[in-house]
């Protein structure tokens, strides 16, 4: 109340001490700042508290590496992973070639080969050669890498090898180039022998594919026309060693039918599509010892796979078949694929209890009823499928496999079991789609441009060399689908900015890119299962962290609602608080104007 | 295409045939299918489905099936599941006039809802983690929320009181799941011939849930083979009770109505289901034998039997068997098909009424007190006609008893105090010794686990009515853990009277008790009954609270922030100065302010030196009733639109 008191002296002895001191615009004292000082502390102190608010209504984010996951998602696209492989090719009975020379002119043919897919899986190849002249002496070229294999010179005998089965040909190699260390990628060989030409006749050039990862190419007079050769054994290796003999269009390397926890299921059923005409019964459990485990336990490395079976009843397709006259048996066609699964009446699935995150692959023999019998599957080319079975890319395969006999003899239906000679049939269609699956071919010929290699089938389906390109891809197909995931993951982390990310989130991203830069390292040193099972491990933690619960179940803590509970509070406070703020303000000025008219007035005066 | 496997197919044949001698021929899973018709006291009749599906003891259970559902298998499997029930019920068995004292009775009433319940093959200490993981697999495979059983507050480990004696069992029922069609088909999707053919293609949908009692259940059992290195074999047996009203025309109202299958069910039997070992629909009449004669070997006799003065049977029986006190017709459907469809119709010729056996005592439960802070929970036990009549009488002590064992989970919010159990028998109030054998009491804890009671009460033969009651307090839940609906209340699911000493069974002496209904029906089965579900209304909040409360205090807390700084910032003698200054010209509202804000504080008024004193009030009471107006006319308006939407 000082001010105030202070401020009514001047109105007291105006007329008194100066005439010309007008009280509406100047005054004799200096204007008081206490109340400026109590508006400007609340206000400042309001400001101070804002972002205390902030942090408190924040959400917890747990950062994400979000520039590690660009930069490598961008690296898996522009530089596709390589594996390192060894190529070791003997030529034996060659007389006068040098090996730099042969190793130059093979590395220029298969760089013609790749050079147009640079796909990811493919290999960083290292190439040794190694002639062997008619008096047996051995000329090797100056191996770069020395963990390849040393081939004893001498060993293969020129006009002694390749004779007698295939089979025991390739063992025999396998004995010869046992010696192989395969800490840095796998190493391929192919053996040329220039045979002495016996009987004088033009001898066709024999090539084969082994079981492991050998291949010999046989004949005579190879010397004069060793371009073709060398073109050959370029040809082979990545034709057939390093895309496994199978066409780029056929199934993109990037499907792979393996679940995210390295596992796959196959679920086969036996569909009774009516069982008032006729029931099959089948038993799976022989077949699955004696046939499908040699497969399981060689695709070990790529997959866990497990094998169930069921028999359903009542399962009609869900497509038209029409009566054909002339083959005398009901027709459905290519372009009635799409409709065949009938997934309301087919209940394949599984117990979900049993799967988890596992791909599981159906394989379903369909036995059609009386009224579609026998059903056979036209092509579009107006030929009869052999297998009359189908694939569908990651669900599986159907095959319609008709009864010995469509009659139906007697009124009650006839249970039957599938005889062990049709099942062993349905098997093999079944290996086949599978490897179908993974994009392999079943032909036990592969034939190029150049001619036709001689593929040699393994009795667990799946050769040494096919399982090395699997097994490139699966590394390929994790680590592509790991970034894919990251990088949705991160897009639509960023998208949501009130999202709740929790710690665990976070580690996952961390430790999965963390197993996929491991991947890379691994690869790129050859170790074949290490990287496969550091890839596998990075697209598992990716799909773990983006299909965390606490994602799925999205807390979202709008800001709307922040403004509707803190609105009521801070809008009438601080609309007070600036006002009365700027008023303190605007009076000072104006007071301290009046006071300084006066000094000015008083100076004057 | 497949040449290349082609190649070393053979090799494997000659080992696939030795494998074939090494495991030698096997037990094959077997399945049957059942029908039991029944025609009720009460002008309904009962229709009983009855499924088995046997798997023998193999290794490759989860793995390769034939007839049997591999996702069940899977499930027992995975989860190590020794026994389990689930069932899934609409509507309440009516224990008197459908029966309580006979094994259907027994084992197919059941509580309103979903009960589950499972005995596990596993330690105990994973015996919870067991019964999670199995509650979420059943929920995927059923359609339903049974991962509610999932919470530890939902679900009790029963010692004695549920009748199986495990330490590895857990019971939970979830009383308001809404049963339907989408429950039954996932069911169904585990027989061979789902609802395609046999005797399960009678189920029409509609007819079905026209019901007045229908209850869908699924009980597996394994059963040890005992052999060294083999695994356990699965019985499933699934079953589905429906009580329908046949629609009658007859305008007599104590004849019994007539009925056949197409009119029941709106469909026929045209074959069985060709994977079944044995399809048979039963017919059992009840009350029917006191005077016919005991041997039917002749021809005569036997025809008299289905076709007699009483009613008429439209098809020809293959068998017929008798119990003490009712007749079963046994038909083969076999034979049916298209052209001939099996259509068994009953029709009656004279009014006949007959009773059904019912339990020792009849249960039922109500709440007593009002308000939403305690109340009480009764359970009333009356005694039955037949009484008397039954077996299972114990005497101790030159006194004849009957048992009677009380099986109840409260939720945890249902605070029970446990020191106010009062039994009464025959309005008596007895003390505990007297009457109660024995008792296990777990209290519930807070949002942790639910409460369990278990009793066994031994009551006097002549006992006319017992009563128990119980007092709780209601407890308060989070506001997080009301369900959607909480103004409807909380269920408290149903109590279990069984009596441990009576066991209910069915033995027609069938020597060919190949038949697994029939089998199942010669088995001594406890004679249990469950009461009501309760409906406790708890205390609701209004659930816009929160944001009320925020809105008002903010409101307050702003007005006296506001009233505060201005207090703060405020010159009085510079006021008074204008006041005094302007005092002339000023009227009206800033006066009284003054005035008002002066007389608060209490000083003196300065009366400024004003004109007559009337003529501002006049003109201030004009200003203000105005303002009066517009505020009870902006009331009145928000009361009218706020009323009319």
């Known amino acids: 109340m000082e001010e105030t008191s202070d401020r009514l002296n001047p109105t007291t002895d105006t007329s008194g001490v100066t005439p010309e001191f007008d009280p509406k615009t100047m005054r004799s004292t200096k204007p008081g700042l206490k109340r400026l000082f109590i508006t400007t502390s609340v206000l400042f102190s309001f400001l101070l508290g804002v972002p205390f608010l902030w942090k ?34 003997v030529f034996v009975g060659f007389e006068s070639k040098d090996p730099d020379n042969l190793r130059s002119q093979i590395q220029d043919g298969i760089n013609q080969l790749t050079h147009q897919s640079s796909q990811c899986g493919s290999c960083n190849v290292s190439i040794s ?29 020129r006009n002694e090898f390749g004779v007698g089965l295939d089979d025991t040909v390739d063992e025999s190699l396998n004995d010869v180039f ?19 030409n016996a009987n004088g006749e033009d001898e066709v050039i024999k090539a084969v594919v082994g079981k492991r990862r050998h291949a010999w190419v046989v004949g005579s007079g190879l010397e004069e026309r060793y371009g073709d050769i060398v073109a050959r054994v370029s040809e082979i290796f990545v034709k057939v060693f390093m895309n496994g003999g199978r066409d780029e269009e056929s199934i993109h390397g990037e499907f792979m039918p393996v679940g995210s926890d390295g596992k796959i299921v196959l679920s086969f059923s036996l569909l009774n599509s009516n069982p008032r005409d006729w029931v099959y019964d089948w038993d799976f459990q022989r077949i699955d010892d004696a046939l499908l485990a040699p497969v399981t336990k060689a695709l070990a490395p790529i997959a866990n796979i497990s094998v169930e079976s069921q028999v359903l009843y009542h399962t009609p397709k869900s497509s038209f078949s029409s009566w054909d ?69 990651m669900w599986g395969g159907v095959i319609v496999w008709n009864p010995e006999s469509c009659d139906k003899d007697s009124e009650s239906p006839i249970r039957n079991t599938i005889s062990p000679q049709d099942l062993e049939q349905i098997v093999e269609i079944f290996l086949g789609q599978f490897r179908q699956l993974f994009g392999f071919k079943s032909e036990a010929i592969y034939t190029s441009g150049l001619g036709t290699y001689k593929i040699l089938p393994s009795e667990r389906g799946f050769t040494e060399w096919e399982l090395d390109v699997l097994s490139r891809k699966h590394t390929c197909f994790n680590l592509h689908s790991c970034s894919t995931t990251l990088g949705s993951l991160s897009r639509l982390v960023r998208s949501l900015p009130r999202m709740i990310i929790k710690d665990e989130i976070g580690e996952q991203v961390k430790y999965s890119l963390k197993a996929a830069k491991l991947a890379q390292s691994n690869a790129s040193l050859g170790g074949y299962s290490s990287s496969a099972s550091s890839s596998r491990e990075a697209r598992s933690l990716a799909e773990n962290a983006f299909f965390h619960p606490s994602i799925m179940s999205v807390s979202y803590f709008s800001y709307e609602h922040c403004f509707a509970v803190y609105s009521p509070f801070f809008l009438p406070v601080v609309g007070h608080i600036v006002l009365a703020a700027f008023r303190e303000w605007k009076r000072y000025r104006q007071e301290k104007a009046k006071y300084l008219t006066w000094l000015t007035r008083k100076k004057t005066a | 295409m497949a040449s290349l496997i082609r190649s070393w197919i053979p090799l494997l044949i000659l080992q696939s045939f030795l494998v074939a001698i090494a495991f030698g021929s096997k037990e094959a899973e077997e ?46 499997q995975k989860f190590r599941v020794k026994e389990m029930e689930l069932s899934f019920t609409q509507g309440r068995w009516n ?5 309580g004292f006979d094994p259907l009775s027994s084992m197919n009433a059941k509580p309103v809802g979903v009960e589950l319940w499972a005995v596990f093959d596993v330690p105990q200490s994973q015996v919870d983690t067991s019964w999670k993981n199995l509650t979420h697999a059943l929920s995927g495979l059923f359609c339903a929320s049974i991962n509610f059983l999932e919470s530890s507050t939902s679900y009790a480990a029963p010692t004695w009181g549920f009748g199986t004696n495990s330490d590895k069992l857990r019971y939970g029922s979830l009383p308001r799941e809404a049963v339907c069609t989408e429950n039954l088909t996932p069911w169904l999707k585990l027989l061979p011939c789902r609802d395609k053919d046999g005797i399960s293609a009678l189920m029409n949908r509609p007819s079905v849930y026209r019901g007045f009692y229908h209850s869908q259940r699924l009980h597996l059992s394994t059963v040890e083979s005992g052999q060294e290195g083999l695994g356990s074999g699965i019985v499933l047996e699934q079953t589905l009770t429906v009580v329908l009203q046949p629609e009658t025309t007859s305008v007599e109202t104590n004849m019994q109505p007539s009925w056949s299958l197409s009119s029941l069910f709106g469909r026929k039997v045209v074959g069985s289901c060709v994977l079944a070992k044995s399809s048979n629909v039963y017919l059992q009449l009840e009350g029917r034998l006191g005077h016919e004669s005991k041997n039917v070997d002749t021809e005569i006799e036997a025809h008299k039997l289905w076709k007699n003065a009483d009613f008429d049977l439209s098809l020809k029986p293959d068998r017929v068997l008798r119990e003490s006190s009712s ?21 009656w010729k004279l009014p006949s009424k007959w009773s059904c056996q019912q339990a020792p005592l009849q249960a039922t439960r109500f709440l007593m007190g009002s308000g939403n802070e305690r109340g009480a929970i009764a359970i009333l036990l009356k005694a039955t006609e037949s009484q008397e009549k039954l077996p299972g009488r114990v005497v101790t002590d030159g006194r004849c008893t009957i048992k009677a064992n009380i099986f109840q989970i409260f939720p945890w919010y249902v605070k029970v105090y446990y020191h106010t159990l009062q039994i009464f028998v025959d309005q008596q109030q007895k003390t505990d010794c007297e009457v109660l054998k024995k008792i296990n009491v777990s209290p519930s804890t807070d949002k942790v686990s639910s409460g369990m009671l278990e009793m066994m009460l031994e009551l006097p033969c002549e006992v006319k009515s017992a009563a128990i009651s119980i007092e709780y307090d209601k407890g308060f839940l989070h506001i997080d853990e009301y369900p ?34 029939l089998s199942s029906f010669k088995e001594k089965s406890l004679v249990r009954s469950y009461t009501e579900v309760l409906l406790v209304p708890l205390t609701t909040p209004d659930f816009s609270m929160p944001y009320n409360v925020i809105t008002i205090t903010c409101t307050i807390f702003a007005l006296y922030f506001g009233s505060l700084l201005n207090v703060l910032r405020r010159r009085i003698g510079e006021e008074e100065r204008f006041l005094k200054s302007q005092g002339k010209k000023t009227f009206g509202l800033k006066q009284l302010l003054s005035r008002l804000t002066a007389k608060i504080r209490g000083r003196p008024i300065e009366p400024p030196s004003s004109d007559s004193p009337a003529a501002q009030s006049s003109f201030l009471s004009s200003k203000l009733i105005f303002k009066i107006i517009l505020v009870a006319g902006a009331a009145a308006a928000w009361q009218y639109f706020s009323t009319d939407n």
């Open chain 2, 95 to 99: 224990h008197e006039h459908w029966g």
């Open chain 1, 56 to 89: 408190s209504v924040e959400i917890y984010r747990s950062p994400l590496p979000f520039h590690d996951i660009d930069s490598l998602s961008d690296q898996i696209e522009s530089t596709p992973l390589r594996f390192p492989c060894n190529l070791h090719a």
């Open chain 2, 31 to 76: 399945f049957s299918e059942a029908l039991l018709l029944k025609p009720l006291p009460d002008r309904k009749v009962l229709a009983h489905f009855h499924f088995e599906n046997r798997a023998p003891p193999s290794n490759s259970h989860g793995r390769h099936h034939h007839l049997f559902p591999k996702a069940i298998s899977q499930l027992v």
């Open chain 1, 178 to 196: 046992s010696g192989c260390s395969e800490n840095s990628g796998k190493t391929y060989s192919v053996v040329v022998v220039n045979k002495e």
């Open chain 2, 484 to 517: 959607p609906d909480a103004n409807q209340g909380f269920d408290i699911p149903s109590a279990l009277i069984s009596f441990p000493s009576h066991h209910a069974s069915l033995d027609f002496q069938e020597e060919l008790s190949k038949s697994p209904l």
């Open chain 1, 325 to 393: 006259e002339k083959l005398q048996s009901y027709i459905f066609r290519t372009s009635d694929l799409p409709f065949f699964v009938n997934s309301n009446e087919w209940h394949l699935d599984t117990s979900a209890g049993a799967s988890g995150r596992s791909k599981i692959l159906q394989f379903v023999v369909y036995i059609p009823s009386g009224k579609e019998c026998p059903l056979l599957l036209q092509l579009p080319n107006g030929e009869i499928s052999k297998t009359n079975g189908f694939i569908s890319p």
């Open chain 1, 129 to 157: 050669v190694t002639v062997q002249n008619l008096a047996e002496q051995c000329l090797e070229t100056l191996a770069h890498n020395p963990s390849t294999c040393s081939y004893r010179c001498g060993v293969i005998i």
């Open chain 2, 327 to 347: 007749l079963l017709f046994i038909f083969d459907i076999d034979k049916s098909s298209d052209s001939e469809p099996f259509d068994l119709g009953l029709t």
